[in-house]
């Protein structure tokens, strides 16, 4: 598939996963691969706390969207400020910094279960629409909160039968429930206990949320071992001691088990969930940078073009 036209599915994904498996690096990759076609792409951070700006050695995101490469923008999307700037839409501008610096926020979510979510899903639907880019990536929360992300506006859909809180929360799932606007994209690593969390969120995003869900990434895949040696005798006829000949023949039995296992969960992801898959390469450093990044996205396009 073009990655141009992989790219326009969509105006909106959701890039999910459990804590830990890389989905902030996942949604920069994406968003770069799209600026490569050619598109405009907008990183919404929804958490606060992901790493996304240190990645690409800017400063801290802020409400308002800042620029990190040729047509990519990324901006936080708090909950605060997104009430501030409906208000503010809505032509109460006169009172709206404070009534969020008060604290009433706290009050109405604790009232309103899932109000927070859709004050941000709310935002993210009204970006979608401007449009404010071809392509707009949410670095959403981890998965055991996605869910409940997902599900706020039609949770309130359900409390509330009329107002403007529930025209917003109508509005908001007629975008997730709408696959040309919105997909979901969840990111497992290749081990057990991520494989089984993404399974589970897959069934919970498409069946209770109605979101539609597009390829899986699978990242940090091994790639197989070349040029194996093959016994500790050729490597010392080699010129390598004992000690050195041994070490290296453990590494590379240690490194082969763990490629078969790696194996084994994703073919246990693809028969257990039989949706498209991206394989993202493991990257051996203790940070990710823009060269990272950069080569994140070149395999995330690389993967996308091989997509049927």
Do not use: W
């Not at 800017?58 to 708090?78: F, G, K, P, V």
């Not at 969020?100 to 706290?106: M, N, R, T």
């Not at 799932?173 to 709408?178: G, H, N, Q, R, S």
């Not at 991206?278 to 940070?287: D, N, R, V």
């Amino acid at each position: 598939m073009e990655l141009r036209q992989f790219c326009s599915q969509s105006r909106v994904v959701i890039v999910a996963g459990k804590g830990g498996v890389g989905k902030t690096t996942v949604t920069a990759a994406l968003a770069l691969a799209a600026t490569r076609a050619g598109l405009s792409a907008l990183i919404c951070e929804v958490e606060g706390k992901s790493g996304l700006a240190a990645a690409f050695g800017s400063d801290a995101l802020e409400y308002d969207e800042l620029h990190l490469d040729d047509r990519l923008t990324a901006r936080t999307l708090a909950p605060d400020d997104a009430m501030v700037d409906y208000l503010e839409s809505h032509g109460m501008k006169r009172f709206s910094h404070r009534l969020a610096k008060s604290g009433a926020l706290d009050v109405v979510a604790t009232a309103v279960p899932g109000m927070k979510d859709i004050l941000v899903l709310g935002k993210i639907k009204s970006l979608e629409q401007l449009p404010a880019a071809d392509l707009i990536v949410v670095d959403a929360p981890a998965a055991g909160h996605a869910i409940t992300f997902l599900l706020a506006a039609q949770g309130l859909l359900d409390a509330i039968r009329v107002g403007p809180i529930r025209k917003q929360a109508t509005e908001v799932v007629e975008m997730l429930t709408d696959a040309t606007r919105c997909q979901v994209m969840l990111v497992t690593l290749p081990e057990e206990t991520p494989v089984n969390e993404l399974i589970e969120t897959a069934f919970a995003v498409e069946d209770r949320a109605g979101v539609a869900l597009g390829p899986v990434v699978v990242n940090g895949c091994m790639a197989p071992l070349r040029d194996q040696p093959d016994s500790i005798t050729s490597l010392m006829a080699a010129g390598f001691s004992l000690t050195t000949s041994t070490q290296a023949i453990e590494a590379v039995a240690f490194r082969s088990s763990r490629h078969a296992m790696q194996e084994i969960q994703i073919a246990r992801l693809a028969e257990q969930l039989p949706l498209p898959q991206i394989h993202l390469p493991q990257l051996l450093t203790a940070a990710i940078g823009r060269a990272e990044l950069n080569k994140l996205a070149d395999a995330m396009a690389h993967q996308i073009e091989l997509l049927q």
